[in-house]
């Protein structure tokens, strides 16, 4: 099982630094780490089809990225397990010599397909490129993220959209995620693959909070067969004074020696958020997504390079960060220029959006070692929204843990739920 050591603690906010070490295999009673460590809290860039659109696995790498997520769905019916197993798994097939997490295909089954018919056995789909109907086991997830071999793997879980209205399925889906993870990790613990496969537990319950405790508590009940545990559910649109109350109550359950992921989150301020709550985890498609769409990240909010006055500013994105896109002096104008017409501005982007993801994290991380991380987040709200005004949401969820944005600033709240894009 992973090997998760607490190096740091917050005085003020709940957030930590820690030290994953994932895939160990053991020789002669030696023990090695094959992809080596994590520190967390980190961003893990999402490689949807095996690859992160737009950049080779070395040029990932080469950013400080130890961690990314790969997606069973798609890998399972393009290229097929047998071809992976014949590659020696995804690290090989990609490229990639750092750890992987792969999600259980269990989102994608709703987002992806309007014909999925969930019961008790698994998910019941129409393949979308031959129509064939396929069913989804738990069983079946975890087989495919074996042959995968990611060194993180996840639950199979009964997905519900976090705005559906219906109560009773909701709580269906919550209890049947539960059943469904004792017949992963039974799967999984007859399959020899635990000393380098390492599962995780995903908490259902949508929007209500009494259903999120009830599966919190199922679930921790199961902490020696689990490796870490996942937040699903949310990210799907719902208000963000909901979507913070319900990850600090589930990371307040979650046990202290396990790390704590929650999906489907990428924006600078839900990380930083979702961290100050005890967060170590989180993954999304935004940063690259947004990209490919001619939007840069910057430490003073997002920046929409297809703008027009963009088109003669010769300076880089940013003029403080680390990333080649940056410090080889790529303009805004060129990007302006070409963000739509052609493929070297989407990488340029890409590389740039991915670096400032892990600038983010790194400088919680390095707050957090020191001490500082209340003033560490008090500095980045201000500089990221600026005239445009603290979300509400943010304020509410930092206060919760300690930190009051507002007392010594002079930026007012705001009612929106993130920053302004320019």
Known sequence: MAHFELLAKCHTTRARVSRLTLARKFSWEITFHVHGPTILPTFMPVATQAAIKGLTPQQVESLGVTLILNNTYHLNLRPGVKVLAEAGGAHKFQGWNKNM?????????????????????????????????????????????????????????????????????????????????????AFHNNSGKQTTQNLFAIVQGGLDLELRHRCVMQMVERKNKVAGFAIGGLSGGEEKDVFWRIVKQCAEKLPEDR???????????????????????ADCVFPTRTARFGVALTPRGPLNLRLAKYAKDLAPIDDNCSCPTCTEKTSRAFLNHTITRETAAAHAVTIHNITFQAQVMGGARDAILKGTFPDYLRSFFANYFGEFGYPEWCVNALRSVGVDLLEGSDIKVNKGSGAKWE
């Open 101 to 185: 997490l792969t999600d259980s295909g269990g989102f994608q089954l709703v987002s992806l397909s309007k014909f999925t018919k969930i019961t008790e056995e698994g998910a019941l789909f129409e393949s979308p490129f031959t129509g064939e109907p396929t069913m989804l086991t738990p069983e079946e997830s975890i087989s495919i993220q074996h042959a995968i071999g990611g060194d993180i793997i996840m639950q199979l879980d009964d997905v519900v959209p976090s705005l559906t209205p219906d109560h009773a399925r909701v709580e269906e889906a919550m209890e049947r995620s539960v059943r469904w993870l004792d017949r992963c990790i």
């Open 259 to 281: 790390p704590r992921y929650c999906m489907g989150i990428g924006f600078a301020e839900d990380l930083l958020v979702c961290v100050a709550l005890g967060i170590d985890m």
